[in-house]
């Protein structure tokens, strides 16, 4: 459903919807196989073949705003599109939309020099290499960035790297040619947001060493490569330094705010198909004498599920608009809210999908486990929904501290203490509760 009325974005949903159908749904069953037989280390070919179709359709890089090499297409433009293109978990890589590369080529294309940019940004946007995001360390607990422990030292015109890496997405792709990696440069700094630095490192960088993939509730690599990276005194020129040292947070921030978005948008559409094959499945099955379909429990989660849905578009919807019109700082609570909303809410509707149908569910004949390991991969990717939760707190309690009750009505307009004691008496308690009596 289209929230921005634009032609050009109706017109890329037809073609979208009409790609999709034509390629994507009938070459899953391809892709899941492939992805089996190949494992995390291989590349599966059907994505290499229809690359190039999409690319061909103008169906390419279509997250990239106010640039030659995307669509440029706002936050809420790219919305529905997004939207479709997670019905299926291969669609994005297809057209060249998908996590990491999404999130380092936004980095690149924001923070990264003229030649970082010729060097990678150029083969990413083209879809001739992949990448990897190095962040979350498994010696700390990475839900606090500051806890990274990482070394990044200068040493005249190189940097030393050393570090123990994973759930780095995307290291075993035999395509990934170079990672984002964060780590500390200045450990001492009393403020804990500037010891942190972004830098790039070439994969084929001597002391680079992808230990392990890291299966997600059993799955290799479908479709996050989730690694293990360990880093031995990797040596990188100076130039490869992302923005400058200190500036760590601040790229991780401007990086992640559209990429946890980007994860909503796939998730509502992820969702819409579950829904609908959950409908077609309890209409042609039938239990103790009545279609599953007529059954009350169905019909509840049928009906909760249509609500669930619609509340997480208005919200995604919501917040691109925001981080359009006034940015992603402002726009601060609104991601936070729909990045906890929106996994819940698949985690839910997926689990009853499973339940609908059956044991089968519980295979990936229906594609309803994989599904449901991305969804609840994400609500611990791009920071787990306690610390989003915390942080919404936080920022509503400051609101209201600094909000003049007189005019919100946030004072209950209740009489004095002492004005109540000269004119009630307490009484005796009735029961369980205490009753006030005007004064004889």
Known sequence: MTYSGSDKVRDYEARLADFMAEYIYPNELRYYRESEIGGPWRVQP???????????????????????????????????????????????????????????????????????????????????????????????????????????VRDGDSYVINGRKWYTTGATDPRCKILIFMGKTDPANADRHKQQ????????????????????????????????????????????????????????????????????????GMCERVLERMCRRVESRTAFGTEVSRQATTLERIAEARIMIEQARLLTMKTATMMDTVGNKEAKAEIAMIKIAAPTMACTIIDWAIQAFGGGGTSNDHFLTAAYAMARALRLADGPDEVHRSQLARMELKRWRNTDPARTGGYAQVWPVDHIREEYEHLRPDGESYVWAPRK
């Open 46 to 152: 059907v994505i290499e073949e229809l690359k190039p179709k999409a690319r061909a359709a103008g169906l390419w890089n279509l997250f990239l705003p106010d640039s030659d090499d995307g669509a440029g297409l706002s936050n809420a433009e790219y919305a529905p599109l997004c939207e479709i293109m997670g019905r299926s978990l291969m669609a994005p890589e297809v057209f060249n939309c998908s996590a990491p590369d999404t999130g380092n080529m936004e980095v690149l294309a924001r923070y990264g020099s003229p030649a970082q940019k010729e060097k990678w940004l150029k083969p990413l946007l083209a879809g001739e290499i992949r990448s990897a995001f190095a962040m979350t360390e498994p010696e700390v607990a990475s839900s606090d960035a500051t806890n990274v422990e990482s070394s990044i």
């Open 197 to 268: 630095s972004m830098i790039l490192v070439p994969k084929e960088s001597s002391g680079v060493e992808v230990l392990r993939p890291l299966p997600v509730f059993g799955f290799y690599g479908v479709p996050d490569r989730a690694s293990e990276v360990v880093f031995k005194n990797v040596r990188v020129p100076a130039s490869n330094m992302l923005l400058g040292e200190g500036r760590g947070f601040e790229i991780a921030q401007g990086r992640l705010g559209p990429g946890r978005i980007h994860h909503c948008m796939r998730l509502i």
